[in-house]
């Protein structure tokens, strides 16, 4: 069984930085493409960069040049580095996992731009 846990989130003021983890399990992590979503209050879910397994990386316009994608295959772990964080960020962060067998989310991680 598949299980994504994701970590890192929290209350940041604006300008700040946060680093969001999603561990992985149950799957050969390493074959699979990676990539965080997020979703504000009474918005839909959008992406926010992924990942390939061969380590090509995307971004949304949203956090082009702010935030940065990366994975250590050898911790099963994917990461999303956010920077110069503003309230528009404001939202629940969605890590996803795209398999041969399937496409799975975790329960996500709120991360909260206030001063």
């Known amino acids: 069984q598949v299980q994504l846990v994701e970590s890192g989130g929290g209350l940041v003021q604006p300008g700040g930085s946060l680093r969001l983890s999603c561990a992985a399990s149950g799957t050969t992590f390493s074959f699979a493409d990676m990539a965080w979503y997020r979703q504000a209050p009474g918005k839909q879910r959008e992406l926010v960069a992924t990942i390939t397994s061969g380590g090509h990386v995307k971004y949304a316009d949203s956090g082009r040049g702010r935030f940065f994608i990366s994975r250590d295959n050898a911790k099963n772990t994917v990461y999303l580095h956010m920077n110069n964080l503003n309230p528009e960020d404001t939202a629940v962060y969605h890590c996803?996992?795209?398999?041969?067998?399937?496409?799975?989310w975790g329960q996500g991680t709120q991360v909260t731009v206030s001063s």
């Open positions: 996803n996992l795209k398999a041969v067998a399937g496409e799975y």
